[in-house]
Structure formats: C-alpha cells, structure tokens
Nanobody, 124 residues
Framework: QVQLVESGGGLVQAGGSLRLSCAASGRAFSTYAMGWFRQAPGKEREGVSC????????NYPDYVKGRFTIYRDNSSDAVYLQMNNLGPDDTAVYYC?????????????????WGPGTQVTVSS
C-alpha cells in the first residue's frame, strides 16, 4: 500500500510557473515508477509526465514537452512536477500516481495508487 498526497497547486497567471509536489508513504517508494496526470472538468484524466523508479527515464506527451519537468527524490519519498509557461488549457486537478514497474508509461490502468489531487488554475 502506498499513500500519496499532492501539494503546490493554486492560481497563476498565463505564462507563470508552479511546482507540484507529491509525498509518498507506506511501501518502498523506490519500487514504483511515478506519474502525474490531470483532469479538467468534463474531460478524461490524461497523463502529463512519468518517471522510472530510479529517475533514469521520463516520458512526456507533446502538449507539455519543453514546459513540464518531472523529477523525484527517493531519499525523501517525493516526486515533483515543475510546470513553466502555463496556459489556461493547463487548468485541471493534478494527480500523482504510482505504478509497480521499473519504467513508466502514461497509461492510467497501470497505476495502482493515486493521491486526492491538487487544483491548478491558470488565468488568461
């Protein structure tokens, strides 16, 4: 069992930046690949980044590539998402998830554990 809690969301103007954090507790954090997903009202939950167990591999979809950076600190059981050049289309609830594989994929059904989410709102 892994418990996840996100933080760092908020209101930001277009072009601004936010850093999200996800703190993990429970089973060994370093045995899980981690991902960040988001869900806007009326839309499906979509992946925005993921990172392998040791941080050696990352994956980003085109719509965030070059703007978002995921990284993790296994010594403190945390994963982070640095988001730059935010736009109104980035407005959503952001979730971190844990998948029990060495490398990551942005497929929701691979993730066994989720946090409650943190709201990110970008004003134009």
């Amino acid at each position: 069992q892994v418990q996840l809690v996100e933080s760092g969301g908020g209101l930001v103007q277009a072009g601004g930046s936010l850093r999200l954090s996800c703190a993990a507790s429970g089973r060994a954090f370093s045995t899980y690949a981690m991902g960040w997903f988001r869900q806007a009202p009326g839309k499906e939950r979509e992946g925005v980044s993921c990172i392998g167990r040791r941080g050696e591999s990352t994956n980003y979809p085109d719509y965030v590539k070059g703007r978002f950076t995921i990284y993790r600190d296994n010594s403190s059981d945390a994963v982070y998402l640095q988001m730059n050049n935010l736009g109104p289309d980035d407005t959503a609830v952001y979730y971190c998830g844990a998948e029990p594989y060495p490398t990551c994929r942005l497929a929701r059904n691979r993730y066994h554990y989720w946090g409650p989410g943190t709201q990110v709102t970008v004003s134009s």
